[in-house]
């Protein structure tokens, strides 16, 4: 008999804080797209606060329709699924996002697959036919850029 259980995401002790994950959050169902202008700004906003209050550092943070991908690092590894749950809780009672129960994490070891991550994730939008460029791609925040670092 196979019982399923949750996913915890705990990260191990000898982890870092400053490790970077690979996270992807998807939406449960139908229903509105994450890209819909009523949806995103929102969302896209809730990036940089959270950024800026340090729960956690946003390296990339992109929206799709039903999904997002991000590259995130948190100030104490033992608080990410802690959070991911806050920050979706609060768009569940804002933007009537529903979203799937947990998501899915890869902490990202080297600095080549950081760099191959990011890749994949900012051309998501292109291979998925919804804009020609990355440029036209307005759902897309990397705070770490505006901030002069990197």
Not at 37 to 46: D, E, G, I, K
Not at 57 to 75: G, Q, R
Not at 113 to 137: F, Q, S, T
């Amino acid at each position: 008999m196979v019982i399923h259980g949750k996913l915890h995401h705990r990260t191990p002790s000898w982890v870092p804080a400053s490790a970077r994950f690979h996270v992807r959050i998807r939406i449960e169902g139908e229903q509105r797209a994450l890209t819909d202008p009523a949806v995103a700004p929102a969302l896209l906003t809730s990036v940089d606060f959270y950024h800026a209050r340090e729960r956690w550092h946003a390296w990339l943070f992109l929206l799709m329709p039903d999904h997002i991908h991000a590259v995130l690092s948190f100030f104490d590894t033992s608080t990410m699924s802690r959070v991911i749950g806050d920050w979706k809780r609060y768009h569940e009672t804002q933007t009537d996002v529903v979203w799937q129960e947990g998501y899915f994490d890869h902490r990202l070891r080297h600095e080549d697959e950081v760099v191959k991550k990011c890749h994949y994730i900012r051309m998501n939008p292109v291979r998925a036919g919804l804009c020609d460029v990355l440029a036209d791609w307005a759902w897309v925040v990397e705070p770490w850029r505006r901030e002069g670092a990197g």
